[in-house]
């Protein structure tokens, strides 16, 4: 984890600000330490039961024939998937981490933004499962639909306390 992470979280009893606005800033802030920040990703939206994530179509993110990379779209849903598990969970005991993403690509698209939004379908004590919807934003299109799971690695066992 990073240090400026750790220390924040130390400083906040494990936990990202639990304010809908003040999470995506808070998201939004530690984009330049991640591929986030490579592909523009910013955080839109969230609450108990989704997030929203823009990004831009950029060469960054398009495969050689000028079409956003499928690969990208998986990132963007595990990125939005992930995100929301972190949504008012205690970070010092348990961290999220992906262990499943599919998706199916319906549609191609070359310019434009896509808006992922990942919504909760289950979520138990050890897993979150997650449907991410990326859509097309100028024209509405459905691009994408993708399944994630994060399992909620317990952080305190492993580091003995």
């Known amino acids: 984890m990073r240090p400026e992470l750790m220390d924040y979280l130390q400083a906040h009893g494990g936990r990202l600000p639990e304010t809908p606005a003040a999470w995506v800033e808070a998201m939004n802030a530690a984009r330049p330490f991640t591929v986030q920040g490579v592909l523009d990703i910013r955080f ?6 989704s997030v929203t994530v823009e990004m831009p179509i950029t060469d960054a993110a398009r495969q050689p024939l000028g079409m956003l990379h499928g690969g990208v779209s998986l990132l963007l849903a595990e990125t939005a998937a ?15 981490v992906g262990v499943e993403v599919s998706g199916s690509h319906l549609r191609a698209a070359r310019e434009g933004t896509v808006v992922a939004v990942a919504r909760v379908v ?5 897993f979150v499962v997650h449907e991410v919807e990326i859509r097309h934003k100028e024209q509405g299109k459905l691009l994408s639909l993708c399944r994630v799971r994060n399992f909620y690695r317990p952080l305190a066992a492993r580091e003995g306390r």
């Open 44 to 49: 839109v939206a969230v609450d108990d039961e």
């Open 82 to 96: 992930s995100a929301h598990a972190t949504w008012k969970v205690n970070l010092l005991e348990r961290m999220p």
């Open 122 to 126: 289950q979520r138990g004590r050890h």
